[in-house]
């Protein structure tokens, strides 16, 4: 079905509302979705030059992989060790030699509905969510969750315990975006539609969110998302985590300080270095 008529069919069946649990016509409509998220020729947001962001939020999309939740009924899985009860419209993933990817054994799940390409590592355990896009030769470590309908690009590396956060509704809102080989350090969290842009480096522990302003040393600058844009993180800034004195009332009074991710400065040699990638892992 081209994607026109797709797009067609998933507006109608989404507010179709629960009629369409009982039309066979909205779950093959939902399974030609799935599979086409899977090979990655549809994405929950795509790269767009027009858009302020960089981004487009597809929604149509988002409401698909939603309407699979709707369509979805409970059904067991598992052997005789560990069952499991979820949507049947979002089994476990399974995958191939051929398909290039590695999964090595030990607690880690990738939804259907999810794109992951050819020399994406996952080490145990992690998580890939539905309409999430993991782009080539990116590592997804040990702990490291991608939220529903993130995307990530090429050669990036999320560290241990990396967290990226979905958005899947409400439909327009924009999902996170990790761009090209950016590094996500350790038990860092990425919220709420930021966008990673390319390059950057998260030392380990940085959390971002749309509330959280990041003070860009090098330029002077205070990043903030503003009503119509999400939080940035500028193409090849070095964030760390850092904390800010609170400069009045009893915040002041108690000596208090928040926390503060500041761009300290933008990647060099040294940083490439600190960030090389273990090829041996590969
Ligand atoms: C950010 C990182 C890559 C270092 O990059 P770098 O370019 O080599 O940074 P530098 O050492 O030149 O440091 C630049 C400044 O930031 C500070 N800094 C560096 N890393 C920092 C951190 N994690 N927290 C706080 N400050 C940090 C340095 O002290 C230095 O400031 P100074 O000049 O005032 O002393 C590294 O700290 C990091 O977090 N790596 C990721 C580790 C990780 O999570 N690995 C996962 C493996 S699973």
Redesign the pocket.
């Known amino acids: 079905m081209p994607f026109t008529d797709l797009q067609e069919s998933i507006e109608l069946h989404f507010a179709a509302g629960t009629a369409a649990v009982a039309d066979p016509n909205a779950l093959s409509s939902f399974l030609s979705l799935r599979d086409a998220l899977e090979g990655g020729l549809l994405r929950a947001a795509s790269p767009d030059a027009n858009s302020a962001t960089g981004w487009k939020v597809n929604a149509w999309v988002k409401r698909g992989i939603l309407l699979g939740f709707r369509l979805g009924a409970l059904e067991e899985s598992g052997d005789s060790g560990l069952s499991f009860v979820d949507k049947h419209t979002y089994p476990a993933r399974h995958f191939r030699a051929t398909d290039g990817v590695r999964v090595v054994p030990g607690g880690s799940s990738v939804r259907a509905g999810a794109y992951v390409a050819r020399g994406v590592v996952c080490m145990p355990p992690m998580y890939i969510n539905a309409g999430a896009y993991v782009d080539e030769g990116t590592m997804v470590?040990s702990h490291a969750l991608v939220g529903s309908c993130a995307q990530i690009g090429k050669r990036v590396?999320l560290?241990?315990a990396a967290q990226i956060g979905g958005v899947l509704e409400p439909v327009n809102a924009s999902p996170v975006v990790i761009e090209d080989d950016v590094?996500v350090?350790?038990?860092?969290g990425v919220y709420e539609g930021t966008i990673v842009r390319k390059g950057a480096?998260l030392?380990?522990?940085t959390i971002l969110t749309r509330g959280t302003p990041v003070f860009d040393l090098v330029k002077g600058d205070v990043l903030r998302a503003t009503a119509e844009m999400p939080l940035v993180i500028p193409e090849n800034a070095?964030v760390?985590?850092?904390s800010r004195a609170v400069t009045k009332g009893n915040g002041q009074e108690w000596g208090l300080s928040l926390y503060a991710p500041v761009i300290?400065?933008y990647?060099?040699e040294?940083?490439d270095?600190?960030?090389a990638l273990e090829d041996l892992l590969r």
């Open positions: 470590d590396h560290s241990a590094l350090g350790g038990n860092s480096v030392a380990a522990g070095v760390v985590p850092g300290v400065k990647r060099d040294k940083t270095l600190s960030t």
